[in-house]
């Protein structure tokens, strides 16, 4: 914890591999101790074109919130943006340049290069418990945050470096889910790099709140439904993902599933076309004996939705998490699932309520992405409020049944995220 108004950064940087902090100590540092070495690595290998004096007088922000680019919606698991900035002039000392070959012996030093690119790589692995440790005051919450975001694009930019063209930054996830029995659901996924011109294809990455939904999922199928291949009336079930980036939700639940003698169906939905190229090879990578493949994939946009076959039947169980990063998704998404999602009938209703959508949110406390839960709560009514009487006596209205408010798991999920909302929706009789 450090509470200094003014940094010194010096340009006259060491070798990389002499300088940088080692990672397995990441717990104990300030943000002043990691932002130092980035800046350094940023005038080795990545300096502002200008031609700086020898001193200069800049301000430094002082924000409450993290910098993001808004121009466009991120996943929800971006950082949040910069708001109102309290502003104090201060003294940066910037020591004399040093000597521009000496530099350029640096830069084109393979093994230096590689060094950075392997630290920025850990330091980003470890992050989010450094980014996110207990206590931290405000300001320096937000150094920390910011120091991240600085290392991802430090990165990216030597990755540029070392290739004349873009290189593959795809990340190979491995997960671990304890099931009561006292085994693992094992699951492995490729998280492909997002596009710099295309901010619609955040479902190649996996983000926290489908992490921790599938740790709940399996730790208690029974109450997602997930005990059984069959519904209440004994029928195959009917299962859908919403927004389902790198299928992990859908992965889950087939491998919980797993049966010898029946098997529900399973369809997992995305808009984006890389997104739904990447989802396949995810379940061929998990299912790799499977022919044809046990989760079907299909295109679904919420906005414009197409309820042609496998759409055209109504699901027992939908499941989604973090698909809402826009005021306008949970009322796009509210439509589908009312179309979508297993109604209860004369038929039924003695052996269950209907479908079931279980929707899982990031609770963001800053940022362009802060309270979106509430979209949520002003779209699906509060079962145990009044509800509005539909034109008919057996008129069925969708509200949430539960929420409950769950806590990060250890090095999971990104800085601007405090926990998570778990919602129940179903039917209610109205």
Same mark, same amino acid.
């Given at each position: 914890m450090y509470s200094a108004s003014k940094q010194s950064f010096n340009t006259c940087v060491c070798a990389p591999s002499a300088s940088l902090p080692p990672l397995p100590k990441l717990l104990v540092l300030s943000s002043l101790e990691i932002c130092e070495p980035l800046h350094n690595i940023q005038q080795s290998y990545a300096p502002p074109p200008p031609t700086l004096p020898s001193k200069l007088v800049l301000p430094i922000r002082k924000h409450r919130q993290l910098i993001h680019d808004d121009s466009v919606p991120d996943s929800g698991y971006a950082s949040a943006e910069e708001e109102d900035c309290d502003y104090e002039v201060d003294d940066?000392?910037?020591?004399?340049?040093?000597?521009?070959?000496?530099?350029?012996?640096?830069?084109?030093?393979?093994?230096?290069?590689a060094f950075v690119i392997k630290w920025l790589t850990a330091f980003i692995a470890r992050s989010d418990a450094w980014a996110s440790a207990d206590d931290l005051e405000e300001i320096e919450a937000d150094r920390r945050a910011e120091a991240v975001?600085?290392?991802?694009?430090?990165?990216? *930019?030597?990755?540029?470096?070392?290739?004349?063209?873009?290189?593959?930054?795809?990340?190979?996830?491995?997960?671990?889910?304890?099931?009561?029995?006292?085994?693992?659901?094992?699951?492995?996924?490729n998280d492909a790099p997002l596009s710099n011109e295309d901010h619609t294809c955040v479902g190649l990455q996996s983000w926290a709140s489908s992490v921790v939904l599938s740790e709940r999922i399996c730790a208690d199928p029974a109450r997602f439904s997930l005990s059984?291949?069959?519904?209440?009336?004994? $029928?195959?079930?009917?299962?859908?993902?919403?927004?389902?980036?790198?299928?992990?939700? $859908?992965?889950?639940?087939?491998k919980l599933l797993s049966s010898p003698h029946a098997s529900a169906s399973i369809f997992a939905t995305d808009y984006h076309p890389e997104v739904l190229l990447n989802l396949?090879?995810?379940?061929?990578?998990?299912?790799? $004996?499977?022919?044809?493949?046990?989760?079907?994939?299909?295109?679904?946009?919420?906005?414009?939705?197409?309820?042609?076959?496998?759409?055209?039947?109504?699901?027992?169980?939908?499941?989604?998490?973090? *698909?809402?990063?826009?005021?306008?998704?949970?009322?796009?998404?509210?439509?589908? *699932?009312?179309?979508?999602?297993?109604?209860?009938?004369?038929?039924?209703?003695?052996?269950?309520?209907?479908g079931v959508f279980w929707l899982m949110m990031a609770l963001r406390v800053s940022g362009r992405h802060e309270g979106m839960f509430h979209t949520v709560e002003d779209i699906f009514p509060d079962a145990s409020s009044s509800l509005t009487a539909g034109?008919?006596?057996?008129?069925?209205?969708?509200?949430?049944?539960?929420?409950?408010?769950?806590?990060?798991?250890?090095? *999971?999920?990104?800085?601007?995220e405090r926990g998570y909302l778990l919602f129940k929706i179903g039917w209610v009789l109205c």
């Open positions: 940066i000392v910037v020591a004399g340049s040093c000597d521009d070959d000496d530099l350029e012996i640096l830069r084109a030093d393979p093994l230096e290069r975001e600085t290392a991802s694009r430090l990165l990216s *930019v030597l990755l540029g470096v070392d290739q004349e063209e873009e290189e593959d930054c795809s990340v190979t996830r491995f997960f671990q889910f304890p099931t009561q029995g006292g085994t693992f659901v094992e699951v492995e996924l059984s291949v069959t519904n209440a009336s004994g $029928s195959p079930l009917r299962i859908l993902e919403l927004g389902a980036g790198t299928g992990l939700l $859908s992965i889950i639940a087939r396949c090879a995810n379940i061929a990578t998990n299912f790799p $004996s499977s022919a044809p493949p046990p989760i079907s994939v299909h295109q679904l946009d919420w906005e414009r939705p197409e309820y042609s076959a496998p759409m055209n039947e109504p699901f027992d169980l939908i499941l989604g998490a973090d *698909v809402i990063y826009h005021p306008d998704h949970a009322q796009w998404i509210k439509a589908c *699932v009312e179309r979508l999602l297993l109604r209860p009938t004369l038929s039924n209703s003695s052996t269950g309520t209907g034109d008919q006596a057996d008129d069925w209205q969708l509200a949430i049944l539960e929420k409950s408010e769950l806590g990060k798991l250890k090095g *999971v999920g990104r800085a601007d």
